[in-house]
């Protein structure tokens, strides 16, 4: 991902616990600022997906953490104003709780509001869930709203990575299959696409994945391709769905 500060291309480092910052043509060794849990109001640990996004002439980066001090199992998304060289945090998600291993969160305009979603890749005990919650405005924390879930034959979501949402309300989604893709004899990750549901609303739940949230199924889940090698996200691009 580029920085448009400065041309840099940032990178997740997640056994380092910190966002990096490296020379734009991506040949140099020597980083050239980082953004770890030292930094004001974060106790950020294992990032594991990122996006940039360009608002009301500021720049912001969206940043997916599988734990948090508490270990594993609290993790959280956290969104960064990284206007200038020095990032200030602007919201932690959920605000009170945690998440259970999020990956690659994205923010998404659509139909008057700004949709936060996330792979929740435990979400759930039986597996993995699409976190979803809203906000008028970026800069402001959003609301919990759901945890989807994929019914029969799509399910279980065994370690889902990744998550899209379309202009025409479709969410694309990466499971990485078995263990993420490690264990398993066979590759096991699939594409999959499904409608987002009718009707979502924020509950009132907080979303802590531990105690406080609210389940809704996907309809229609299709799956596009399966007995994929451990997939990681996938991106719609010349009308076509691949993986990574």
Known sequence: MQDPLDDTLVVPETTLNRITWIDGDGRSAFPLRHLG?????????????????DHAGRSYLLASYRSGSAGAGAGHLSLWDVTAVDPALVWTFPPDGALDTPHAPVLRERGGRWWLLWAHTHGSAAGGTVGVAWTDDPTVVPAYVADLVAPAPAAPLVYLRGVELTDDGALYLTDG??????????????????????????????????????FVDLESAEILREALDNPFEGWLWDGGFTGR
């Open 177 to 214: 299959g078995s263990l993420g893709g490690i264990g398993g004899t066979e590759p096991r990750g699939r594409l999959l696409r499904a409608p987002l549901p009718e009707g979502l609303a924020p509950t009132g739940a907080s979303g802590d994945a531990h105690q406080d949230q609210v």
């Open 37 to 53: 849990g030292d930094a004001p109001g974060g106790d950020d640990q294992l990032p594991n997906g990122l996006q940039r996004l």
